[in-house]
């Protein structure tokens, strides 16, 4: 594991909405990250369908988005006799 820790410690991270990304090996050896293959890939689609994947992006966002709204409400649900009494 020493090992594995070392490589990922060699590498310049990026984050993309709270994910960190890892170059990646493209193209025989070409190292690229994650966001900088999505761009290429992304700059190389019609008009139409970089559409589609704008509106998927908003569609996993608001996905998480109403996740954590239901997460939150759960723990405030789960907790609400402490946290009144908290707010006394």
């Given at each position: 594991m020493q090992n594995l820790n070392q490589y990922k410690?060699?590498?310049?991270?990026?984050?993309?909405?709270?994910?960190?990304?890892?170059?990646?090996?493209?193209?025989?050896?070409?190292?690229?990250?994650?966001?900088?293959k999505l761009i290429k890939e992304f700059e190389q689609l019609t008009e139409e369908k970089k559409k589609e994947v704008i509106d998927f992006v908003e569609f996993i966002k608001a996905k998480e988005q109403k996740e954590l709204e239901s997460l939150m409400?759960?723990?405030?649900?789960?907790?609400?006799e402490a946290l009144e009494e908290l707010a006394k």
């Amino acid at each position: 594991m020493q090992n594995l820790n070392q490589y990922k410690l060699r590498y310049n991270t990026y984050s993309i909405c709270g994910i960190i990304l890892l170059p990646i090996s493209v193209n025989g050896g070409i190292n690229m990250t994650l966001a900088e293959k999505l761009i290429k890939e992304f700059e190389q689609l019609t008009e139409e369908k970089k559409k589609e994947v704008i509106d998927f992006v908003e569609f996993i966002k608001a996905k998480e988005q109403k996740e954590l709204e239901s997460l939150m409400n759960s723990v405030i649900n789960d907790n609400r006799e402490a946290l009144e009494e908290l707010a006394k």
